[in-house]
């Protein structure tokens, strides 16, 4: 696991039972900051292990540390003043306009009246929110909640967003948008961001960690290009021309080859592959190359492996 | 594009470390319930007492300085005071205790005439006058009969309170026997405080014999009575048109401020902030009660204001510089059961309707059952004294409903009876029906099981 020095976040056989229900399991584990892309199937305890995080659970056993700051009562506060939330649930306060939401939101975390006013219609042109915030929230379509939400939770410049199913309800414009925000914010401030995601591409698009959550256990947090990256060592080849004569080429240095219905060429080799070979192999064969790129895992198949992996017990 | 469109900034604004974070809540809810029209046209409409009650005063006041006057249509202000003088049960309770005292003094006179029967004098045994005959020439006591209340012993307040309770009794039914028309004719049994009290207001009046006449002429009295016939005036505007502004204005706003968070889980957005469910539910009472103060409190204390700023006499001031502490302490008394009561429905629910019918429910329920009750307890009565006296029931059957709606052992049933009571303690007008702890009591319940259960339901989100 390459983890930087300083965590974002770290639990210590961090424990939380509901009756007898274990939700989350001895979880020791330290998640870094940047963008991270928290990942489990239905019922993980991904929500749980944010309440937790937020002081709107209580731990059953163990430590929690986010933000420098012990996860007590003591310091809840603290801590949600440096949180933003956006909550997966439709969830809204009827009666007020979008732009109230949005300055309500920073004046209860402890800023002026007026300072809220002007800071709310900021981040609504950020997140895209035109002349609707001056409807009233319960006229709002799913898409134009979700941007609300994901406004108010960034309108007090949080160092750590939490953001939990960000792009669900939203159309593919909409979804393009709201990722481009969530990379502009984790890359080009010092906030750090965690999706809570069952959208895999969004993690693999925005997402620097990834931590998988799984039977209330947390097996793995790595980065999302490690996470990625095959186990045996490939390249993906398309070339400009016949490929047979490669092929047969990088069958006689030991590769493993295999050629996709829409003719690009798989080439692992378990000892490794020396790119500047695939280049000479293409002379001889006389045929260009038109891209040679290192070969990724899908983030569906490596979600997949972890979970398996764990739930067989490896 | 927006005029603010500046991409993202971060901001470096530090956010304050208070705790004043249910203001937040409390403005912007007081904002969103502002915004219902109808809401609007109750709140204006019942400022509209104030006025009323307001030239009331203004009639006292100018009743007052005219107490004395014998022209016409100033005078008229001495029956209107006299009125308002004549139903304070301590004043009535002097009148006969004065009797008394007349009539021993009387007795006095007439051994002594005999004994010393060179004195042309004749023994005077008076006679008690009407109730008319005292709105018509104002009340007045003479020291000595004061000093003779001030001096009976307890066992003799005692046999007082015996024979006033059957004078009274007598004489409500022949009120009710002869459908007389009148001044208010004592419907109630005095107690035994109601007899030391008025002791302790003859010793007091004792030493308001301002220009030592050895007389408590009218005016006097009027004088000491003062701030007791504001406080009646304040009671009456508390107590009547603004406690059903009160029920319906909580019933408007109080319902959808808890059950709605819990329907569209604005909990999450709340909590994720640094803001405690103390907080969160001192915003939301914060809702209620800058409305009630705006209905209640304000009024009242601008009723002052107009009261005193009304009043050809200054002195007024002194006397009655007590009645706005009075004002803030019953518009309390009013507001915070109520308001936690409603609130309390407002968080068992997530539909607001229900929250509001079950308000409205509980008092015309309340009121109901202490109706019911208290008709029960008279038909209970009625036919144990029917084994009695078979030839009275008709006629006592008024006469016991008076008796128990004055023993008042139901009110706390009624909501509206309830907080009446506590009212009129605070302004020690002495309008109590039934027993006061019971209501001190019963409010004091009901708080603390509304507060254990709000503290309980808006916790429960953050409770797992």
């Known amino acids: 696991m390459s983890v930087p020095a300083e965590p974002l976040i770290s639990l210590q056989n961090v424990t939380k039972r509901y009756g007898k229900f274990l939700a989350l399991n001895d979880i020791t584990a330290e998640i870094p900051s940047g963008v991270i892309g928290l990942l489990g199937p239905n019922g993980a305890g991904k929500s749980t292990l944010i309440k937790m995080l937020l002081g709107l659970a209580t731990l059953t056993e163990g430590q929690a540390r986010i933000l420098d700051y012990n996860v007590t009562p003591k310091n809840y506060r603290l801590i949600r003043r440096n949180i933003g939330y956006m909550p997966e649930d439709d969830c809204f306060i009827e009666g007020i306009a979008g732009v109230e939401m949005v300055q309500l939101a920073a004046q209860l975390t402890g800023f002026p009246p007026l300072h809220s006013l002007q800071r709310a219609h900021e981040v609504l042109d950020f997140c895209g929110t035109g002349q ?38 939203l159309d593919p414009e909409e979804r393009l948008a709201m990722l481009k925000r969530i990379d502009l914010l984790g890359k080009r401030t010092d906030m750090s961001v965690m999706i809570c995601t069952h959208i895999l591409k969004d993690v693999q698009q925005v997402c620097d960690y990834a931590a998988v959550l799984v039977d209330g256990t947390i097996p793995v947090v790595e980065t999302v290009e490690n996470l990625r990256r095959p186990r045996t060592p490939s390249y993906q080849i398309v070339l400009a021309g016949n490929s047979d004569q490669f092929i047969a080429i ?28 695939i280049w000479q192999w293409a002379q001889s064969a006389n045929v260009g190359i038109q891209s040679v790129v290192p070969a990724k895992v899908s983030m569906e198949d490596v979600f997949l492996q972890i979970v398996q992996g764990v739930q067989s017990g490896n | 594009m927006g005029i603010n469109n500046l991409g993202y900034r971060q901001w470096r604004l530090k956010p304050k470390n208070n705790s004043g974070q249910w203001r937040t809540i409390a403005s912007f809810g007081i904002r969103v319930a502002w915004r219902s029209k109808w809401l609007q046209r109750i709140f204006i409409a019942a400022w509209i ?53 007349k009539l021993a003094n009387g007795v006095n006179d007439l051994f002594s005439n005999f004994l010393e029967s060179d004195k042309e004098e004749v023994g005077n045994v008076p006679s008690i006058k009407g109730a008319r005959q005292f709105m018509r020439s104002g009340i007045d006591f003479k ?119 819990m329907k569209n889980r604005s909990f999450l957005l709340y909590y994720s902030r640094p803001i405690s469910p103390s907080q969160y539910l001192l915003g939301k009472c914060a809702i209620v009660w800058a409305f009630l103060a705006g209905l209640t409190t304000m009024p009242a204390l601008l009723l002052y204001i107009v009261g005193i700023s009304l009043s050809p006499d200054i002195s007024v001031l002194y006397v009655t510089w007590t009645l706005p502490i009075k004002i803030i302490i019953a518009s309390m008394i009013l ?38 009750l208290t008709w029960m307890e008279t038909e209970f009565r009625v036919n144990m004294n029917a084994n009695d006296s078979v030839n009275t029931l008709s006629l006592s059957k008024s006469l016991f409903e008076a008796e128990a709606r004055q023993a ?47 503290r309980r339901r808006i916790t429960s989100p953050i409770r797992v």
């Open chain 2, 143 to 261: 020291i000595k009969d004061l000093q003779f209340i001030s001096n009976m012993s307890e066992q003799q307040l005692q046999a007082a309170l015996i024979f006033i309770n059957n004078k009274n009794l007598n004489t409500l039914r022949q009120s009710i026997q002869l459908d007389r028309r009148g001044p208010p004719v004592p419907s109630y049994r005095l107690s035994m405080e109601n007899m030391t009290y008025s002791q302790t207001v003859a010793k007091e009046l004792i030493d308001y014999d301002l220009n030592d006449s050895e007389v408590i002429e009218f005016a006097e009295l009027v004088d000491y009575l003062r701030p007791t016939l504001w406080s009646e005036v304040l009671f009456l505007f508390l107590g009547l048109p603004q406690a059903f502004s009160v029920i319906i204005l909580i019933g408007m706003i109080a319902p959808k401020l808890i059950s709605r968070d």
């Open chain 2, 335 to 372: 507001c915070i059961p109520t308001t936690l009561f409603a609130l309390m429905l407002s968080s068992l629910t997530r539909e607001s309707r229900l929250a509001s019918f079950g308000w409205f429910s509980i008092w015309i329920l309340g009121q109901l059952g202490y109706e019911l």
């Open chain 1, 250 to 277: 990088a069958k006689l240095n030991g590769l493993t080859t295999s050629v996709s219905p829409v003719g690009v060429i798989t080439l692992q080799s378990s000892d490794g592959i020396d790119e500047t070979m």
């Open chain 2, 408 to 454: 008042g052992n139901w009110s706390w049933l009624s909501p509206m009876k309830t907080l009446e009571n506590l009212q009129s303690s605070v302004f020690g007008i002495d309008r109590e029906v039934g027993n006061i702890d019971v209501s001190f009591l019963v409010v004091g319940i009901v708080c603390i099981a509304c507060l254990a259960i709000l």
């Open chain 2, 49 to 101: 007492p104030v006025f009323v009650m307001g030239f009331i005063l203004f009639i006292v006041e100018q009743s007052i300085q005219d107490i004395d006057s014998n022209d016409f249509p100033e005078n008229i202000g001495r029956f209107a005071v006299s009125g308002f003088v004549y139903q304070r049960p301590e004043i009535r309770n002097l009148m006969e205790l004065t009797q008394i005292s």
């Open chain 1, 132 to 169: 609707e915030r001056y409807r009233q929230v319960e006229t709002y379509s799913t898409g134009m909640r979700q941007k609300l939400k994901f406004a108010q939770a960034i309108v007090h410049s949080p160092q750590l967003l939490i953001l939990d199913e960000p792009t669900s309800g």
